[in-house]
C-alpha cells in the first residue's frame, strides 16, 4: 500500500496542550494528542497545527518524538470562543499556507482535521497542497440540534453547511463508533464506503485499577462515603446539572446515604454553567463539591476514590471519560445517548439511563449505593473491558484510513 509518512493534523480551535475539562478542551484534546503520538511511534511523525493563543508562545514546540505543534498567528492571540473561529477561517487558511510555503513540496502526505472548524480550513489547504483530506468530526450540528435539552440553544446554521460541506468534500470520513457513522450517512449523505469507523482508545497506563484503596485515601474519602464523581465541562451538553438536581432527589428521599458528588472541571464562552447557585439553592454545599480540573494521573485518583462516575451527558460523540473511568475499575452511570452504548456495556460494566429526570437519576443512584455487590462486579468488569481500547489500536485503523484515502486520491482521474 502507499506508504504515509507525514501528516498535517488541524486542531484549530484547542491545543493538545490544553488542560481537559476547562474552556473548550475536552476529550477531543486527549484524542488529538494520544493519537499523533502513537502514530509517530509507527512512523507516521505529525505536525499539529493549532491557533496561537498567546503572544509568547513558540512558533513551534514539540509534543513528543516524531510530533511538533505549530502555533499559528491568526486573529488575536488570545483565547477566542470556538464560535468566533469560523470568521477567522481564510486568515487561518492563509497562516497555515505561509508556513507550508517554507516547506519543501510533498512535505506532507495527507491533512487530517478535527472538528468542523478544522474541517473547513481542512478543505481549503487540502486544495491547495493537492492533498487528500482526512476528517473526524467529534460531534456534529444536526446530532446536537436533535437531541437539544430544554432552553438550550441550537446549533447555527453556518456551522451545519459547513460540515455538509466537508462530508460532501474529504476524501474520507472517520468515525468513533458505528452509531456516528450511522448519522454521517443519514444526516449528511455521507456514502458509508467513504467512513471509517475507529474507536477511540485509553492510556492503560494512566487509567487503571491499581490500589484504588490508596486512592480513595489519597483524596481524603471513607470507606462508607458513596463517592459520585463528575468529570468534565461544566455546560448544560453535559449535563453536570442533572446530577446536582438528582442528588438533591435522592437525598430529600434518602437522607442516609453517605453521598458526596465531586464535580471536576470548569466552564468559559457562552455554554459555560454555573453550577454554585444551583448548590447553594438546594442546599447541597456539604454534599456536592466543585474542582478545577486535574492533570490524567491525578484524574485517575478521583476516578479509582469513586464508587461510580456518572455521565449524564445530553450527547456524546464516544466519552472518553467512560472509558478512562472503567479502566479505573468504576462502573459508569450514564445517558443512553451517542457512542455512550458502545462505550459501555449496559448491566455489565456500567448502567445506562433513558433521559435526563433527577428522579430517574436519583434512583438508578440509589440502586447502585444499595448494592455494592453489584458494583463491586461491574466495576471488575469494567477494568477488563477497557483493555480492549487502546491508542495504539486507534493509531493503527486511522493510518489504515490515511493510506486509503492516498490511494484513492492517487487513482482518481484528474479535473
Known amino acids: 500500500m502507499t506508504p504515509v509518512k507525514r501528516v498535517a493534523m488541524l486542531s484549530l480551535h484547542t491545543s493538545p496542550f490544553d488542560q481537559p475539562g476547562g474552556g473548550d478542551a475536552g476529550g477531543m484534546n486527549v484524542y488529538v494528542r494520544s493519537v499523533a503520538l502513537e502514530l509517530a511511534k509507527v512512523g507516521i511523525a505529525v505536525e499539529v497545527f493549532t491557533r496561537a493563543a498567546a503572544d509568547d508562545q513558540p512558533h513551534t514546540e514539540e509534543l513528543g518524538p516524531g510530533v511538533i505543534v505549530r502555533h499559528i498567528v491568526a486573529g488575536?492571540?488570545?483565547?477566542?470562543?470556538?464560535?468566533?473561529?469560523?470568521?477567522?477561517s481564510d486568515d487561518i487558511a492563509d497562516a497555515i499556507a505561509d508556513v507550508t510555503d517554507l516547506l519543501a513540496d510533498g512535505h506532507f502526505d495527507i491533512i487530517h482535521s478535527h472538528y468542523w472548524v478544522s474541517g473547513i480550513v481542512g478543505l481549503t489547504?487540502?486544495?491547495?497542497?493537492?492533498?487528500?483530506?482526512?476528517?473526524s468530526m467529534h460531534t456534529m450540528?444536526?446530532?446536537?440540534?436533535?437531541?437539544?435539552?430544554a432552553g438550550g440553544v441550537p446549533e447555527p446554521q453556518t456551522r451545519v453547511d459547513g460540515e455538509q460541506e466537508i462530508v460532501n468534500g474529504a476524501a474520507r470520513l472517520i468515525a468513533n463508533t458505528?452509531?456516528?457513522?450511522?448519522?454521517?450517512?443519514?444526516?449528511?449523505?455521507?456514502?458509508?464506503e467513504r467512513v471509517d469507523i475507529v474507536a477511540p482508545g485509553v492510556d492503560l497506563d494512566t487509567f487503571n485499577a491499581t490500589d484504588r484503596a490508596g486512592s480513595r485515601r489519597k483524596?481524603?474519602?471513607?470507606?462508607?462515603?458513596?463517592?459520585?464523581?463528575?468529570?468534565?465541562?461544566i455546560q448544560k451538553l453535559k449535563g453536570p446539572h442533572?446530577?446536582?438536581e438528582a442528588a438533591a432527589d435522592l437525598l430529600a428521599r434518602r437522607p442516609d446515604i453517605p453521598l458526596q458528588v465531586s464535580i471536576i472541571g470548569s466552564g468559559s464562552g457562552p455554554e459555560a454553567l454555573e453550577l454554585q447557585p444551583l448548590i447553594n439553592r438546594l442546599g447541597l454545599q456539604d454534599a456536592v463539591r466543585l474542582y478545577p480540573p486535574v492533570l490524567p494521573r491525578q484524574l485517575a485518583h478521583w476516578f479509582r476514590a469513586a464508587d461510580v462516575v456518572a455521565m449524564p451527558s445530553y450527547s456524546e460523540s464516544f466519552g472518553l471519560v467512560a472509558l478512562e473511568a472503567q479502566a479505573c475499575g468504576t462502573p459508569v452511570l450514564a445517558a443512553n445517548v451517542g457512542g455512550l452504548p458502545q462505550?459501555?456495556?449496559?448491566?455489565?460494566?456500567?448502567?445506562?439511563?433513558?433521559g435526563h429526570g433527577a428522579a430517574l437519576w436519583s434512583a438508578a443512584l440509589e440502586a447502585l449505593h444499595d448494592d455494592a455487590g453489584m458494583r463491586r462486579t461491574l466495576g471488575t468488569s469494567a477494568a477488563v473491558h477497557s483493555l480492549a481500547f487502546g491508542w495504539q489500536r486507534t493509531a493503527l485503523f486511522t493510518?489504515?484510513?490515511y493510506r486509503t484515502a492516498v490511494e484513492q486520491f492517487e487513482a482518481a482521474p484528474a479535473l
Open 178 to 192: 458505528s452509531t456516528e457513522a450511522a448519522e454521517l450517512e443519514s444526516l449528511y449523505g455521507a456514502a458509508a
Open 125 to 135: 489547504v487540502a486544495q491547495a497542497l493537492n492533498l487528500p483530506l482526512v476528517h
Open 242 to 244: 442533572v446530577l446536582v
Open 399 to 401: 493510518a489504515q484510513s
Open 76 to 88: 488575536p492571540t488570545r483565547k477566542v470562543p470556538k464560535e468566533v473561529l469560523p470568521e477567522l
Open 343 to 354: 462505550a459501555i456495556s449496559n448491566g455489565r460494566t456500567g448502567i445506562l439511563v433513558d
Open 219 to 233: 483524596l481524603g474519602f471513607s470507606e462508607d462515603t458513596f463517592h459520585v464523581v463528575f468529570a468534565g465541562r
Open 141 to 149: 450540528a444536526k446530532v446536537k440540534n436533535l437531541r437539544l435539552h
